[in-house]
């Protein structure tokens, strides 16, 4: 299958409103319905409780989705009714087939809306405290998020999102599981032919700077993509061998 081609079936499978996808480069998977759902629950034994119940099926694939705190509700497994996989190989349905697929219907349009700003102060306060800590070499390393809720006048079609980010992120995992859609440069891990891959990016600028943005071959980014890599190799090492 031909870039083009690959790049017209994807939107043709997005265009079917899917309720789960994933996508990087060129494979993608999309999923419609739900066969079954499989609630993690909470705690750091989330995924071994849906690894024992996902192992009871005989699904060849499974979409997940994963709360980052584990005592957050919301960590989902979601086989779906009928699963189509898109790749150099082409199209072909590995739960189902081509008569279980909705019509194909135009994307529309992203209603009115605005992002908000809220938590900017705290957010500002967190950093400066982080800096000390750092300053104080309590830690070496701190992340920090910052949420930032964006509000519509109208439903939000989860099918375009999806469209935009497999469009703007090529070189992301696109995903969507249980109405939870986003892209991520970031792998979190891997597993293939008994190579265990993971990929973490690290680094930040100043955006009051734009002579600092695009420069990574400086001695702040080595060392903030060294500590990254440094947690992820002490991570992966009580599992794995080099």
Do not use: Y
Not at 82 to 106: C, H, Q, W, Y
Not at 208 to 230: C, I, N, Q, V, W
């Amino acid at each position: 299958m031909t870039a083009e081609n690959f790049e017209w079936a994807v939107r043709d499978a997005i265009s079917r409103a899917p309720d789960s996808a994933w996508i990087h480069r060129d494979v993608a998977l999309f999923g419609w319905g739900i066969s079954t759902r499989i609630d993690a629950g909470t705690g750091a034994d989330r995924f071994d409780r849906a690894l024992r119940r996902l192992s009871a099926t005989t699904a060849p694939v499974a979409l997940a989705s994963f709360t980052f705190d584990e005592n957050d509700p919301g960590s989902v497994v979601v086989i779906p009714r009928v699963l189509m996989k898109i790749d150099t190989e082409g199209t072909r349905f590995l739960i189902g087939d081509p008569s279980d697929l909705p019509p194909a219907a135009p994307l529309t349009v992203l209603p009115d809306g605005s992002v908000g700003d809220d938590g900017l102060e705290v957010w500002m306060r967190l950093v400066g405290e982080a800096l000390d800590a750092i300053r104080e070499r309590v830690v070496e390393k701190v992340v920090l998020s910052r949420r930032l809720p964006a509000r519509f006048e109208g439903q939000l079609p989860t099918h375009l999102v999806l469209s935009n980010l497999a469009r703007n992120e090529r070189g992301s995992h696109t995903f969507l599981v249980d109405g939870f859609v986003g892209s991520s440069p970031e792998l979190l891990v891997s597993l293939a032919g008994g190579k265990v891959r993971s990929i973490s990016l690290a680094g930040s600028a100043d955006p009051g700077d734009p002579g600092s943005a695009g420069f990574f071959d400086t001695e702040k980014m080595t060392r903030e993509h060294a500590l990254a890599a440094d947690s992820v190799d002490t991570a992966l090492a009580l599992f794995c061998t080099r």
